[in-house]
């Protein structure tokens, strides 16, 4: 598998949740789990999700208003280029969702569906988007 993607795979780095009334849902995280959870000062409405400590395994998320083109929640695998892991999504059986769209200062996602119909996203990192 290394030698496909030269030395690193693309990890689940990031989950998001999304929330009809996202307010009353940071509240319930925080209360339930003891998550830290800050809005965000980007331009939407998203809120970064702190799940435990740097040293301790997990991977930290957000929270942001549901949309149609969002699902409930998604896991985020972080990839070089968008652009380039599409084909290898479709030819593997897997759908797009969601076309490549940008997040201002931050960079690029997508949806897609596996072969299974799971919700995944792909984030590609680039402040110049």
Same mark, same amino acid.
Request: negative net charge; charged residues 30%.
């Given at each position: %598998? ?6 690193? %795979? ?12 996202? *307010?009353? @849902?940071?509240?319930?995280?925080? /209360?339930?789990? =003891? ?6 000062? #980007? ?16 991977? +930290?998320? #957000? @929270? ?19 652009? *380039? ?7 593997? =059986? #897997?759908?797009?969702?969601?076309? /490549? ?11 897609? /569906? +596996?072969? *299974?119909?799971?919700?995944?996203? @792909? %984030? *590609? ?5």
């Amino acid at each position: %598998m290394l030698d496909t993607f030269g030395d690193r %795979m693309p990890r689940v780095a990031y989950f998001e949740i999304t929330a009809e009334k996202p *307010e009353q @849902l940071v509240k319930f995280y925080e /209360k339930a789990f =003891g998550w830290k959870i800050v809005k965000w000062k #980007g331009p939407i409405d998203h809120w970064l999700i702190t799940t435990g400590r740097e040293d301790e395994p997990g991977i +930290d998320g #957000g @929270l942001g208003r549901r949309s149609e083109s969002i699902p409930n929640q998604v896991n985020y695998i972080v990839v070089s280029s968008i652009d *380039e892991f599409i084909n290898e999504v479709k030819n593997n =059986g #897997g759908t797009i969702v969601t076309p /490549k769209r940008p997040i201002p200062k931050v960079g690029y996602y997508a949806f897609f /569906k +596996d072969p *299974e119909n799971n919700t995944f996203g @792909l %984030m *590609e990192y680039d402040e110049s988007a």
